[in-house]
């Protein structure tokens, strides 16, 4: 085949053939990496944190590898996780309990933070002691990120990578 017949053919309507093909390959993929059932909500999280200013936490592994983003039979489970900037850092330990989980945190710089556990639409809020520490109980497993709010600087979070719990 000759390139100008290439790029005629390239330029033709998708025929039934064509969407045969592709109807398959959409299928494969969706049997072998499906779309998380979360993806709209973390997109939507996402596109809400591009329009603030925020300082953007880096994780670090404490005492295991920290958790994988996708809950698959490639996760590991970590026990304690360390958030990083400039400002502030986070150090959660994730306990456990049955179906689901308790969360404790120390925040340091010592203050008061405000702590809030974004899964999907759901937010769970909650305040630091003068000391930085705080518990979120009786938590559904499943993805989530923190966004912690400063006393000093409430209008600047501090937010997470999303993290599987």
Do not use: C, K, Y
């Amino acid at each position: 085949m000759a390139a100008d017949d290439v790029a005629a053919f390239a330029l033709e309507p998708l025929g039934p053939v064509d969407t045969a093909i592709l109807d398959d390959l959409a299928a494969l993929w969706g049997r072998l990496d499906p779309v998380p059932a979360d993806l709209v909500d973390r997109i939507g999280l996402a596109l809400t944190l591009d329009a603030l200013e925020t300082e953007l936490a880096q994780i670090h592994r404490v005492a295991s590898p920290a958790l994988a983003v996708r809950a698959d039979e490639t996760s590991i489970e970590a026990e304690t996780i360390t958030f990083t900037t400039d400002v502030l850092t986070v150090m959660i330990t994730v306990h456990a309990e049955g179906e689901h989980v308790r969360i404790d945190g120390w925040s340091t710089p010592a203050g008061q933070v405000s702590v809030e556990l974004h899964q999907g639409s759901t937010v769970t809020t909650t305040e630091s002691d003068e000391n930085g520490r705080f518990v979120l109980a009786d938590v559904a497993r499943g993805a989530a990120r923190l966004v912690l709010r400063r006393a000093a600087a409430p209008q600047e979070p501090v937010v997470t990578p999303m993290i599987e719990l």
